[in-house]
């Protein structure tokens, strides 16, 4: 269980770095869609995304410290369940959730292994 909490910690950690350095590098399409097709504003996006590069950080320093990938995991998970509600009210439906849906399962996936390892560390 170990390794596959870490392989799927890193594929997050990976995909959040990435999708942070998007949004803070404005990115056209990631300009458009957050503008025009959700109706928020740049500034949002650059807070999204500064918080998906530092959750992406969290969860490469968790490694080590596995509070720090706890709260980056939670954290990932709350950005996902807002996406996924983004996505179902701009009326684009369930078929564009899939993806945010898969990360929500998988950083819930980390948050549930990470906190039965720190109440193994505590007992």
Do not use: C, D
Not at 69 to 90: C, D, P
Request: proline share 2%; no cysteine.
């Amino acid at each position: 269980m170990t390794w596959m909490t870490r392989i799927i910690q890193f594929l997050l950690a990976a995909a959040y770095v990435m999708f942070g350095i998007l949004k803070l590098s404005t990115h056209e399409l990631q300009m458009e869609v957050f503008t025009s097709t959700y109706g928020y504003s740049v500034g949002f996006m650059y807070i999204i995304g500064a918080v998906e590069l530092v959750s992406g950080v969290g969860l490469i320093i968790g490694f080590w410290h596995p509070r720090i990938a706890l709260l980056s995991a939670g954290v990932i998970a709350m950005i996902m369940a807002s996406a996924m509600l983004t996505h179902i009210r701009s009326y684009e439906g369930m078929r564009t959730s899939v993806l945010p849906l898969l990360f929500l399962l998988m950083a819930m996936f980390v948050v549930a292994s990470n906190s039965r390892r720190r109440e193994r560390e505590w007992h």
